[in-house]
């Protein structure tokens, strides 16, 4: 069987102010198989939340795909036609969104908002749509879902109003959960309570989950496996236990550091000491380079290919592996 999301050396830019086009994606590749839970880690501006977008192409309007391939159970998503991508989207793969604008309506009701993707796919209106939002509601743990579906998005805390939209991404039976960032605007004590309700959504639906954060350790209580972004590329994919144990990747390593120095409470913001290139302004050279404690000569003249490491990890650095690029 294919892994259920799989995205190649995918490359996406956007217009560049004074014409042309400026790369901000430029060698994501990341392999889900059904079933699993995959994290996507990586500072902000790394790429996580383009990469999620881009497995339902959703990517913004004035982005282009210029490079890469993007699969959803083997099916292509880029040349797929909005038809079908309509189904995929809520149908095969629920979302929780990043960005407000894609959050609650906050003039409708939740149970209206709850039960969207059930009306488009599955066709669920009237009273089976009322008795659905119910189920739901409760399934995210709500404990008066009736109250919840009758209220407007301001109403509910911050805590209600992520498990209302967790509901949403699973009214249409979704195979694949995607979370981005779901948990960055909650205090520690309801971030804890997301990510286990998370946790029992998964198990109790077979879901397939790819969890994006910043946060290594958060992401570390959920899943089995980690990619780890960095400037617009994978740097490297590994089991969770191999990665926290043995992390390869000198970024990864800089990440679980820092994560020790800011205690294990999810929610801070662990720091690197540098700062994440622009997007597109890269150089030749490893993306890392100019942040990395081990950089040489070689590192600053070609970029490292992401290579096999042993252990079904895949790493790019040229400490981890001896294979370059071709081309550079
Ligand atoms: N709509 C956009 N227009 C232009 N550039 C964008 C847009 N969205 C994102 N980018 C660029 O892509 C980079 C990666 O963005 P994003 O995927 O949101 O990162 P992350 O989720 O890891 O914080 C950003 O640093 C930004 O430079
Ligand atoms: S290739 Fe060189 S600069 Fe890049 S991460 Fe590895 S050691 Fe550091
Ligand atoms: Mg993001």
């Given at each position: 069987m294919p892994p259920i999301i799989e995205v190649e050396g995918l490359v996406v830019a956007f217009p560049k102010p004074g014409g042309g086009m400026r790369a901000v994606l430029d060698g994501v590749t990341l392999a889900v198989e059904a079933g699993e839970a995959m994290g996507l880690v990586g500072e902000s501006g790394c790429g996580k939340s383009l990469t999620a977008l881009a497995t339902v192409r959703l990517l913004p309007q004035t982005a282009r795909v210029v490079g890469g391939s993007v699969r959803l159970g083997g099916e292509d998503v880029l040349g797929a036609e909005e038809k079908r991508l309509c189904e995929l989207r809520g149908g095969v793969v629920g979302f929780v969104f990043q960005e407000p604008s894609r959050a609650l309506n906050p003039v409708r009701s939740v149970g209206s908002q709850v039960t969207e993707a059930a009306r488009l796919h599955l066709g669920v209106r009237g009273a089976a749509a009322t008795a659905l939002a119910g189920r739901l509601l409760a399934e995210v743990g709500l404990d008066e879902p009736d109250r919840v579906a009758h209220a407007?998005?301001?109403?509910?805390?911050g805590g209600e109003r992520q498990r209302v939209l967790l509901a949403s991404a699973l009214a249409a039976g979704p195979r694949v959960l995607i979370a981005d960032e779901?948990?960055?605007?909650?205090?520690t004590v309801s971030q804890q309570r997301l990510v286990e309700l998370i946790r029992r959504l998964r198990e109790s639906r077979g879901l397939t989950l790819l969890f994006v954060s910043h946060d290594l350790a958060l992401v570390g209580r959920l899943v089995e496996r980690v990619t780890v972004l960095y400037a617009g590329e994978t740097v490297e994919v590994a089991g969770r236990d191999a990665l926290f144990a043995d992390p390869r990747h000198p970024y990864t390593q800089a990440l679980l550091q820092a994560r020790l120095e800011s205690g294990d409470a999810p929610g801070l913001f662990p720091t690197v000491p540098g700062a994440v290139p622009r997007a597109g302004e890269w150089g030749t050279g490893c993306r890392f380079a100019p942040r990395c404690p081990h950089a040489w000569e070689r590192c600053r003249g070609a970029r490292p290919a992401l290579a096999p490491a042993g252990d079904g990890r895949t790493v790019r650095c040229f400490l981890a592996s001896d294979e370059e690029e071709p081309g550079g």
């Open positions: 407007y998005p301001h109403q509910l805390s779901p948990t960055s605007a909650l205090d």
